[in-house]
């Protein structure tokens, strides 16, 4: 069964670089939410979309921007990196049915350097 | 400010005994709770959750308990096998409508020993 892709997986940033990161959610699920995870730390949530429309926003600092397109792939846009921002992004999807049956990606590493 | 408080970050456990995970919370506001497992390099996965006009629910080995009045929720595993040997991670939301964010706890490694 098709599941949360994020691409990509892996990501090395030097500072005050700019990074994409994206996420294509479970066919059909219209709602996509992006969390952010440090080291050590509990999943923190960023910002949520819903039908293409940003639904809810959390901890997510300005120089972060996120849309959800079209096809219902979401990209969350990171400038100005901070060393700060190495941290592991997860992006979940849900059919705006609950969270029982929403699903997680797999994440993206992004390491800024 | 931590609204979903884990105060365990590692649990070891032998096979076959009960594994018993707490989780604390502030926000009264929160009525839907949520167990995920976390397995290195992948996402959390959903385990388990409970509503707060619950105080129990069970699915298969796995039982979350929630007291609403003390704030607090457990996940028993019973018994533990060495494929549970993962970070579990209590989340809550207000409602689970479709659309309200996650707040997570800080995650308990639990390590089942054969």
């Known amino acids: 069964a098709a599941g949360v892709i994020q691409s990509p997986r892996h990501l090395i940033k030097e500072k005050r670089e700019t990074a994409t990161l994206k996420c294509y959610p479970i066919p059909r699920h219209d709602t996509v939410y992006w969390y952010q995870q440090g080291p050590g730390q509990d999943p923190q949530f960023l910002i949520s979309?819903?039908?293409?429309?940003?639904?809810d926003k959390g901890s997510i600092p300005d120089r972060f921007s996120a849309q959800q397109f079209s096809d219902y792939h979401s990209e969350l846009n990171m400038s100005s990196l901070e060393l700060g921002d190495s941290a592991l992004y997860f992006c979940?999807?849900?059919?705006?049915?609950?969270?029982?049956?929403?699903?997680f990606g797999q994440g993206t590493r992004l390491t800024v350097v | 400010d931590q609204q979903v408080k884990q105060n365990s970050p590692s649990l070891s456990v032998q096979e076959g005994r009960i594994s018993i995970l707490n989780c604390d919370y502030t926000n009264s506001m929160f009525d839907y709770f949520l167990w995920y497992k976390k397995y290195p390099a992948e996402g959390p996965t959903f385990l388990i959750s409970?509503?707060?006009?619950?105080d129990k629910n069970e699915d298969g080995r796995f039982t979350v308990f929630l007291n609403k009045s003390a704030k607090h929720l457990s996940l028993h595993i019973v018994p533990s096998q060495p494929g549970d040997s993962a970070v579990y991670f209590c989340?809550?939301?207000?409602?689970?409508?479709?659309?309200?964010?996650?707040?997570f706890g800080t995650g308990t490694r639990l390590t089942i020993i054969p």
């Open positions: 409970i509503s707060s006009i619950k």
């Open positions: 989340a809550a939301s207000e409602g689970d409508f479709g659309n309200e964010k996650l707040t």
């Open positions: 979940a999807s849900s059919l705006g049915s609950g969270w029982a049956e929403a699903f």
């Open positions: 979309f819903y039908e293409k429309m940003q639904s």
